[in-house]
């Protein structure tokens, strides 16, 4: 298959390097070597003879209005481009934050998206430009691994507050399950599908610095008089990714959080083999 990758990052190179691993052409493409969304003229240079387009640009932890242009423009200029040529599939990244829910319930793919931040009601109304396309929606949970993991860092560095009584649900992924979901839905979804994209075990923010203060023989962190303000909202959820698994046949390589991290803390030389998960 002929494979282009918007948004040649943190997931589209580590997927780039997969897909041309197993044989397909590939072209991954970002702001770097002069490929921005947001203008259509650079995508229009791209040519339409492509059999799969994947979109995972970020918004590089942009405000609302950043994410107006980059999600809700970005796609727009996608549709244009796109309309009427021959591609079987087109992957977009959204996030689990289109769900608004806020008393751990579990959320599935059926559940409503009805954030209340402003940052994640644009993702939800960039979803829904995508429908009639030939698009299969990935809602991503929060992305980690090499380098990348924003609570497991700010914990490193001392910065990191437990919010409230610690009980909020935090849903995570592994870079590289990230990567596996995409190919899986390359190769086994039917456009129009929409799948969650996250581990097996959601994680109270309370267990997640208990197991890291275990692991690493470190103190817990302060609990936090205030819950900190948070660009995508204050959600409380707990994400189902029974439809990844079981349509797709997605199997994790990091089904929860202790098998990632612990690659991740003998990766940085901070606990030595063996540690438990």
Not at 98 to 127: C, F, H, M, N, R
Not at 153 to 176: E, F, P
Not at 248 to 257: M, S, T
Request: proline content about 4%.
């Amino acid at each position: 298959m002929r494979v282009l990758i918007l948004g040649a990052g943190y997931v589209g190179v580590s997927l780039s390097v997969e897909l041309a691993g197993q044989g397909h052409e590939v072209y991954a493409a970002n702001r770097n070597n002069g490929v921005d969304i947001t203008k259509l003229a650079d995508l229009k240079k791209l040519g339409v003879d492509w059999d799969w387009v994947v979109n995972t640009v970020s918004s590089s932890k942009g405000d609302a209005e950043v994410y107006r242009r980059v999600f809700l423009g970005g796609t727009r200029n996608i549709i244009e481009w796109l309309y009427g040529s021959l591609i079987q599939k087109y992957v977009y990244t959204s996030s689990t934050s289109v769900y608004g829910q806020t008393a751990g319930s579990v959320v599935d793919e059926t559940s409503p998206t009805e954030p209340t931040s402003e940052t994640s009601k644009i993702l939800v109304e960039t979803e829904q430009l995508l429908r009639g396309f030939p698009a299969i929606i990935l809602r991503v949970a929060g992305i980690y691994g090499p380098a990348r993991g924003h609570l497991f860092h700010q914990y490193l560095s001392g910065q990191a507050v437990i919010t409230g009584d610690g009980s909020r649900y935090i849903n995570m992924i592994h870079r590289d399950d990230v990567v596996r979901a995409i190919v899986a839905a390359l190769e086994r979804s039917k456009p129009g599908e929409t799948y969650n994209v996250a581990d097996d075990e959601p994680v109270t923010e309370l267990a997640f610095f208990q197991w890291l203060s275990k692991t690493l023989n470190r103190p817990m962190p302060p609990f936090a008089a205030e819950l900190p303000s948070r660009k995508r909202g204050f959600t409380n959820k707990r994400i189902s990714n029974r439809k990844l698994r079981e349509e797709l046949r997605c199997e994790l390589q990091y089904p929860n959080f202790r098998i990632g991290y612990a690659s991740e803390i003998q990766r940085l030389g901070l606990k030595p083999a063996g540690l438990e998960i």
